[in-house]
């Protein structure tokens, strides 16, 4: 309750309120009780961006194409900083991908469905 009580006391400071599509659980994201909205996730990373330690953020992101658990993805190689998740029935990637035109973007996408994992290849399309 501590914690929960904590993280929401951090979003109210950052965006004077707590996004209503979060449901917090036991803090770990390997919850099937925890819910975020992708948008809500955009909005968190479009803050981050602006944050004094983004560098170390995209640092920590794998890659497309080249490490961690983007290494086998089919999206162009080098063009996108994401996180993945993963549980049963659920697949997810979110972060920066680096458009044509030089610009980032900010990229979120969650599936939910009995055979979730099967999106890989439309996420990859979509990172693209």
Same mark, same amino acid.
């Given at each position: 309750?501590?914690?929960?009580?904590?993280?929401?006391?951090?979003?109210?400071?950052?965006?004077?309120?707590?996004? !209503? @599509? =979060?449901?917090?659980?036991?803090?770990? /994201?390997?919850? #099937?009780?925890? +819910? *975020?909205? &992708?948008?809500?996730?955009?909005?968190?990373?479009?803050?981050?961006?602006?944050?004094?330690?983004?560098?170390?953020?995209? !640092? @920590? =992101?794998?890659?497309?194409?080249?490490? /961690?658990?983007? #290494?086998?993805? +089919? *999206?162009? &190689?080098?063009?996108?900083?994401?996180?993945?998740?993963?549980?049963?029935?659920?697949?997810?990637?979110?972060?920066?991908?680096?458009?044509?035109?030089?610009?980032?973007?900010?990229?979120?996408?969650?599936?939910?469905?009995?055979? &979730?994992?099967?999106?890989?290849?439309?996420?990859?399309?979509?990172?693209?």
């Amino acid at each position: 309750a501590q914690s929960r009580a904590a993280v929401e006391d951090w979003l109210r400071e950052r965006f004077g309120t707590v996004d !209503a @599509s =979060l449901v917090l659980d036991n803090g770990a /994201g390997l919850s #099937r009780e925890a +819910r *975020a909205s &992708a948008a809500f996730f955009t909005r968190l990373l479009q803050r981050a961006w602006a944050d004094p330690v983004m560098p170390e953020l995209m !640092a @920590s =992101l794998p890659v497309s194409g080249r490490d /961690g658990t983007l #290494r086998r993805s +089919r *999206a162009m &190689a080098g063009q996108a900083h994401l996180k993945t998740g993963s549980l049963r029935d659920v697949a997810g990637l979110a972060g920066y991908v680096l458009g044509e035109s030089g610009r980032r973007y900010t990229f979120v996408a969650i599936v939910n469905h009995p055979n &979730a994992s099967a999106a890989r290849p439309a996420l990859d399309a979509l990172i693209d």
